[in-house]
């Protein structure tokens, strides 16, 4: 792998990279970070002028205090002349109630930012993985999406709305300090910068060890959120098969896999904080005692010494921030990578440059010598193998055949969830590829077997295709396909909240009101991937008769291992091994007595 081309989605979940995909991974984020800050300039400006001017008023403190005792003060006691004392004080005052009002500022102003920050993040998250194709989603698991959106996020705000702000403002007082104690004793000056030698390395190496901590971290807290997500998005099955005392252990695993990876980085502090405070107090003690001796020999004041020792004092007190900007920023930056990680991820489906308009579609589908691989051009697992078909414009066609013929495949790519691996499949002559994303939209609709209705009433599920589409008209689309029986006997019809108490729908139910709505888009090309499975025979008979009214003025495209639906086909395609193997109306194909009249045989068998 490149480190031009790392990708944050495939390998991200790891603790270890090599030197180049480190590399490529820190000049992603940064390309990531600088996106979000570019257009706050401002503001950043704003900000920064805030905290240096504060950071410099809570400098010069302790040089007011040094001027106070060794001028100000023997003024008042020897001469009686308390002006100087006085003005020391109101100056005091004044600089700190100043530098009190520039933090409180400041706060309010890196809130703004940290806000306008999280909310772009989010957005482009959100609109990013929506924009993503199938092959991403069916190999990316939602746990892993839901700590992108919930744990990285809290991550990085984290690090901008309290220990970014933290580590600036000790950094700038740590400048400052050191400028104004050079200019007060540049002798204890350069003791604290010697002293630096030593709290560097101390730094270093926790900044290296770290990196390693929070990574791991970050790895294991996605996969505490896929267990937990996909447990409790299976827990029929779970509890169906009994599978809670292993899933238990399992958790318990993973849950004490994340203990110790956050045990390692608590150990790092453990080592870090008494390290600061012991370099910090040795400092004090060189410098009070250095400057004991001078102040004897008259050659330091003993107001300066007391500056001086604020000072050091005041530079190593902010090291403690330093030292927790240090914890928010290793979580951040192993946050940050998978995030970017997902932003930089390309869909495999791409839309046109130059999108080919089709405003209205007549339904005729043809693929011309059509192969796919989900695995690329070099997959040696060929799932549809060179397929040359041709569908006119409002013909029924019944794919059947083994699991795993390809079958979906073919469907999937009509729907151009994903694009042929070879060859160029068209509608009214337009390749897929070449048309525009809308207009394709809305000429194809896919109904599969999970109808999933989100949250908000009955009529706006069914109005998803058509958002426009009036009372009456949402209302003839559910009678279309016996949806309506059962949506008026619900507590509030077709207002009814689906995610209400009073508003649960049998999955049977879900299905026809998936029906509705894509009879409502009133496509040119309808898919069917075994939508009518999970309904009961009164309500598929019900179903079929709506069908064959409303399939009779469009292409349609049936998957079904129920031949009763397929009786309504005006063609039945067989599949086998990624081939058409048979091809006919369901009579012709029984008459020939092939692979078709055999699944009709096995499943009239069946009914008696």
């Given at each position: ?10 390998g ?5 990279y090599t030197?180049e995909e480190?590399r ?6 940064l ?6 800050l ?11 002028g805030?905290?240096?001017?504060s950071a ?22 020897e001469?009686g002349?308390?002006g ?6 109101l ?6 109630g ?8 400041y706060?309010?102003?890196?809130a ?5 920050v999280m ?14 194709s ?6 990316y698991t ?13 991550s990085i705000?984290?690090l ?26 540049w002798?204890?000056?350069v ?11 101390l ?7 770290s990196?390693?901590?929070?990574r ?6 996605a996969?505490?959120i896929v267990?937990f997500v996909?447990t409790?998005?299976g827990?029929?099955?779970v ?23 956050n045990l ?9 904080d ?6 910090g ?5 060189l ?6 001796f ?10 300066a010494?007391l500056?001086?020792?604020l000072?050091?004092?005041?530079f ?10 240090l914890?928010?920023?290793?979580s ?8 970017s990680g ?14 080919v ?7 005729a ?7 796919f ?14 397929c ?15 699991t ?10 009509v729907a ?22 809308a207009?394709?939209?809305r ?14 009433t009955?009529a706006?599920n ?5 958002p ?11 009678i ?6 059962f949506i ?9 909240d689906v995610?209400?108490r ?13 029906f509705a709505r894509?009879f ?7 898919i069917?991937?075994?939508?009518t499975?999970s ?5 598929e008979r019900l179903?079929q ?6 399939l009779?003025d ?5 998957i ?5 639906t397929?009786a309504?086909?005006?063609r039945v395609l ?12 369901p009579g012709e194909?029984?008459?020939l ?16």
């Amino acid at each position: 792998m490149s480190p031009e081309t790392v990708r944050g989605t495939r390998g991200e979940d790891r603790s270890n990279y090599t030197r180049e995909e480190s590399r490529a991974i820190r000049q992603r984020s940064l390309r990531l970070l600088g996106s979000l800050l570019s257009p706050l300039r401002a503001l950043i400006i704003l900000t920064a002028g805030v905290v240096i001017l504060s950071a410099v008023f809570r400098a010069v403190g302790p040089t007011l205090i040094a001027f106070g005792i060794d001028e100000a003060l023997p003024r008042a006691v020897e001469d009686g002349d308390w002006g100087p004392t006085i003005g020391i004080s109101l100056a005091y005052l004044a600089i700190g109630g100043g530098g009190a009002a520039l933090v409180g500022w400041y706060v309010v102003l890196i809130a703004k930012l940290t806000q306008a920050v999280m909310i772009e993040l989010r957005t482009r998250i959100f609109r990013h993985t929506q924009r993503l194709s199938l092959e991403f989603h069916e190999g990316y698991t939602s746990g892993r999406i839901i700590s992108r959106q919930t744990s990285d996020l809290e991550s990085i705000q984290e690090l901008l709305s309290g220990s970014l702000s933290e580590l600036i403002d000790a950094v700038l007082l740590g400048t400052f300090t050191l400028i104004a104690l050079f200019l007060i004793d540049w002798r204890s000056g350069v003791l604290l910068v010697c002293m630096g030698i030593p709290l560097t390395l101390l730094m270093w190496w926790f900044v290296i060890e770290s990196q390693k901590g929070f990574r791991a971290t970050r790895t294991v807290s996605a996969r505490l959120i896929v267990q937990f997500v996909e447990t409790m998005t299976g827990i029929r099955a779970v509890q169906a098969f009994r599978r809670e005392k292993r899933n238990d252990k399992t958790f318990a695993k993973v849950s004490d896999d994340y203990r110790r990876a956050n045990l390692r980085v608590v150990n790092l502090f453990g080592v870090l904080d008494p390290g600061l405070v012991l370099l910090g107090n040795i400092t004090v003690a060189l410098v009070l005692l250095w400057g004991a001796f001078r102040v004897t020999d008259n050659a330091l004041a003993v107001g300066a010494l007391l500056a001086a020792v604020l000072y050091v004092r005041n530079f190593f007190g902010p090291l403690e921030e330093v030292a927790m900007f240090l914890n928010s920023y290793q979580s951040a930056v192993a946050a940050l990578e998978k995030v970017s990680g997902v932003l930089e991820e390309e869909p495999t489906v791409q839309d046109p440059e130059h999108p080919v308009a089709l405003p209205v579609a007549r339904g005729a589908l043809r693929f011309d010598d059509v192969s796919f691989r989900y695995g690329g051009a070099d997959d040696p697992r060929v799932v549809l193998d060179d397929c040359n078909l041709a569908i006119p414009s409002g013909q029924t066609i019944a794919l059947v055949g083994t699991t795993g013929a390809g079958k979906s495949t073919l469907a999937k790519l009509v729907a151009r969830f994903y694009d042929p691996t070879e060859g160029r499949l068209t509608l009214d002559g337009i390749d897929l590829r070449e048309l525009d994303p809308a207009d394709m939209r809305r000429a194809i609709v896919m109904v599969t077997q999970e109808a999933y209705l989100f949250s908000g009433t009955v009529a706006e599920n069914i109005a998803l295709g058509k958002p426009d589409a009036t009372p009456e008209q949402i209302r003839a689309a559910a009678i279309a396909v016996g949806a309506d029986e059962f949506i008026s006997a619900l507590p509030d019809g077709y207002d009814t909240d689906v995610n209400k108490r009073g508003g649960r729908v049998s999955a049977g139910q879900r299905q026809l009101v998936s029906f509705a709505r894509a009879f409502l888009a009133d496509p040119a090309v309808l898919i069917l991937d075994e939508a009518t499975a999970s309904l009961d025979l009164p309500s598929e008979r019900l179903v079929q008769d709506a069908l064959q009214t409303l399939l009779a003025d469009r292409t349609a495209i049936i998957i079904a291992h129920r031949l009763s639906t397929v009786a309504i086909a005006d063609r039945v395609l067989v599949m086998e091994h990624g081939r058409v193997v048979e091809d006919g109306s369901p009579g012709e194909l029984i008459a020939l007595g092939g692979r078709f009249a055999g699944l009709h045989a096995a499943w009239e068998d069946s009914l008696a």
